[in-house]
């Protein structure tokens, strides 16, 4: 049987009560909530590392049979944030004017290696969408992390989406890792959030000076900052509803219009 330590987070205590495994419990809570978890994410949340997302915190309650408020405590106690104790210092660049914010956000896609965390579902500038294809295509220990706010918003994301299924097969495993994740959160309560991170840097676009829908500047934020986004990425996927075949997502995009065209 598994020995249970006192300095364990009471999230790992009930694990190991349970004599689960990190997989296993990851395997089980998404059977529970439907999302995307992975023993890594797991392994976060126990530590402290990560807070839980309110899906996945539900999730664990049933899975243990615990309240929210014992199983998390380490982590609602939790020091202050990266951005919370740095401050401006997260900062590495402001970005303007267009061209450099989507130079930033490829150099970006560019350095990643080990993980890429993409957010948001306006995207439809071709060089980006098509440096973050090449990444995909070329280096198969890199995993892939793309999390909707809602549909897309244009055909060009759509396209994009399929074209990633067609490079990799969500359902398959590289060295035993799920290297891409695809997936909507659809709860309008969810404001949109847009990035692009890696374990080494990422980029952050703004709301745009000149009008309502566009977001033509940005910032650069440091290693730290950067890293704190992907398991922020990371956790948003793991509560989002997947969309990882084609067939899912011509049915999802069947139920919405792009902008500029109409039922």
């Known amino acids: 049987?598994?020995?249970?330590?006192?300095?364990?987070?009471?999230l790992k205590r009930a694990r190991l009560a349970t004599?689960?495994?990190?997989?296993?419990?990851?395997?089980?809570?998404?059977a529970i909530t439907g999302g995307a978890a992975d023993a890594s994410l797991v392994s976060a949340w126990e530590s402290g590392r990560r807070r839980t997302g309110k899906r996945n915190r539900a999730g664990l309650c049933v899975l243990y049979r615990d309240r929210s408020e014992v199983l998390f405590a380490h982590q609602d106690g939790a020091a202050a944030s990266v951005l919370e104790s740095a401050g401006t210092a997260a900062v590495v660049k402001?970005?303007?004017?267009?061209?450099?914010l989507v130079g930033a956000m490829v150099d970006v896609v560019g350095d990643?290696?080990?993980?890429?965390?993409?957010?948001?579902?306006?995207?439809?500038?071709?060089?980006?969408?098509?440096?973050?294809?090449?990444?995909?295509?070329?280096?198969?220990?890199?995993?892939?992390?793309?999390?909707l706010y809602g549909p897309p918003r244009h055909r060009t994301l759509a396209d994009?989406?399929?074209?990633?299924?067609?490079?990799?097969?969500?359902?398959?495993r590289h060295n035993g890792v799920k290297t891409l994740h695809i997936g909507v959160v659809e709860r309008a309560e969810v404001p949109e959030r847009?990035?692009?991170?890696?374990?080494?840097?990422?980029?952050v676009p703004l709301p745009s000076?000149?009008?309502?829908?566009?977001?033509?500047?940005?910032?650069?934020?440091?290693?730290?900052?950067?890293?704190?986004?992907?398991?922020?990425?990371?956790?948003a996927c793991a509560s989002a509803r997947p969309l990882e075949t084609a067939g899912a997502i011509q049915a999802f995009?069947?139920?919405?219009?792009?902008?500029?065209?109409?039922?």
């Not at 993409?118 to 995207?123: I, M, N, P």
């Not at 792009?258 to 039922?263: P, R, S, Y």
């Open 19 to 30: 004599n689960m495994t990190l997989e296993e419990t990851a395997d089980a809570l998404n």
């Open 94 to 100: 402001v970005l303007t004017p267009w061209t450099d």
């Open 209 to 235: 000076f000149h009008g309502a829908e566009g977001f033509d500047c940005g910032v650069v934020l440091s290693r730290e900052a950067a890293v704190g986004l992907v398991h922020h990425g990371r956790e």
């Open 194 to 203: 847009f990035f692009v991170a890696s374990e080494t840097a990422a980029v």
């Open 160 to 172: 994009h989406l399929l074209r990633l299924l067609e490079l990799r097969d969500p359902a398959a």
């Open 1 to 10: 049987m598994t020995t249970v330590n006192r300095t364990d987070s009471p």
């Open 112 to 147: 990643a290696r080990d993980q890429l965390v993409v957010t948001g579902s306006r995207s439809r500038e071709k060089a980006y969408l098509a440096a973050i294809e090449t990444a995909v295509a070329q280096r198969p220990d890199l995993v892939h992390y793309r999390v």
């Open 253 to 263: 995009l069947g139920q919405h219009t792009f902008l500029g065209q109409h039922k």
